[in-house]
């Protein structure tokens, strides 16, 4: 009788085996999943226990395949998301650098309002000044000996002319007194004198009738003359030098602008060059980053594209699995071999201790068999214990 009842509980479990495993199949085939069709293969031949566990091994590994590859999506999403805004971010920093750039070499290099052209006209313009200082100097050099020269001849005809008029003047008051002389001497001795020749004018009386005025007269109105020459060259000498130090103040003035402003400028080209060497460096980096960014994308573009445009349909395919697996156990518990194989296991377990159980498996005396002590020795750990 005892090998009849576990021959025919032997079937009844080989039946419900195949009823699980046919179960699976189906649903394996359903959702095309490999995982349920290797479950269904060993299910028919293994024990409801080892099926079971089987069972919930794999719902455990669906739920942390679920959990992982959804992790994997929110990392995917979180990598793409923070890694565009930073080629973003990256992007707008090559075109403010560009244009830094760009506004830089203009201020360098724009061939009218550039430093580099700038300074050059500063150079050209010192060149000039200093020339146009050497060539006024020179010039006044020359006007001045020119000068010099001219009021010599002047001052020199000035004496002569004062010397000349000197010695007129005494020639002519000496031939006045003799011919007043004469002339005095002439009324108290009258005597006839011969004849004058036909030629004689005697209205000639040369320089003396007026004493030699108009000589002397010519030689002072030469005398003014050269002496208003030499005044007016005085003048022009003293204006034309006035002019020179003038000219030349206002060019020294140019000059020290110049000189401030091409330092200045010269300064100011050293630090915009350093500048735009700087912005060219961060410009090649902020490019680099950016290819490094963008290959990065490029790099987990196949995995997170995959679980992305997948994740929802292999949810629902484990959703599936799981659902075919919960079924699968509830088919198998509730059946009567099941049951009766639960029960059977369940007085295995009891070992020697089975008949003692039997009445009532929470008494005390079950237990103290169980632990393998006395009732007494159980009772006193476990005073609330029926029976004790």
């Known amino acids: 009788p005892a090998s009849f009842l576990q021959l025919r509980s032997s079937k009844r479990r080989m039946a419900a085996g195949h009823r699980v495993a ?26 409801f226990a080892k099926v079971i566990d089987m069972v919930e091994s794999l719902i455990a590994k669906l739920k942390q395949e679920a959990a992982e590859e959804a992790e994997h999506k929110a990392w995917c999403d979180e990598e793409r998301k923070v890694t565009t805004a930073g080629i973003e971010k990256k992007t707008e920093l090559i075109n403010t650098l560009n244009k830094e750039i760009q506004a830089l070499e203009t201020a360098i290099e724009d ?22 200082q050497v060539t006024e100097t020179e010039e006044r050099k020359e006007e001045n000996a020119e000068y010099q020269k ?49 030629t004689w004018d005697d209205k000639y009386t040369g320089q003396s009738a007026a004493g030699g005025t108009d000589a002397v007269s010519m030689l002072e109105f030469i005398l003014t003359n050269t ?25 020294k003035d140019e000059e020290a602008k110049l000189q401030d402003q091409l330092a200045s400028n010269r300064k100011l080209l050293a630090e915009k060059e350093e500048e735009l060497l700087q912005k060219r460096k961060d410009l090649k980096e902020t490019e680099a980053d950016k290819k490094a960014l963008e290959d990065y994308l490029v790099e987990i573009k196949p995995g997170c594209d995959f679980i992305s445009e997948n994740l929802a349909l292999r949810d629902t395919n484990r959703a599936n699995e799981k659902l075919a ?20 296991a369940h007085e295995e377990s009891l070992g020697d201790c089975k008949d003692i159980c039997a ?26 214990t029926p029976g004790c």
């Open 227 to 251: 002496q208003a020459e030499e005044k007016a060259a005085h003048d022009d000498e003293l204006a034309d030098q006035h002019s020179y130090e003038d000219s030349m103040q206002s060019l």
């Open 111 to 132: 061939p009218e309002t550039g430093l580099k052209a700038m300074i050059k006209a500063d150079e050209d313009a010192l060149a000039e000044n200093s020339q146009s």
């Open 325 to 344: 697996l919960e079924n699968a156990v509830g088919l198998i518990k509730g059946t009567p071999a099941y049951t009766n194989a639960m029960a059977e």
């Open 22 to 47: 046919e179960l699976l199949s189906r649903r394996a085939k359903a959702v095309g999943s490999e995982r349920l069709a290797q479950l269904a293969a060993q299910a028919a031949a293994s024990p």
């Open 150 to 198: 001219g009021i010599s001849n002047l001052s020199e005809a000035a004496t002569i002319l004062k010397r000349a008029i000197s010695v007129l003047r005494k020639y002519y008051s000496k031939i006045s007194a003799e011919i007043k002389a004469e002339a005095e001497g002439a009324s108290f001795l009258q005597r006839d004198d011969p004849a004058p020749p036909s």
């Open 359 to 384: 009445a009532n498996e929470a008494h005390a005396e079950c237990k103290a068999c169980l632990a393998k002590v006395s009732v007494p020795g159980y009772c006193a750990g476990h005073a609330g």
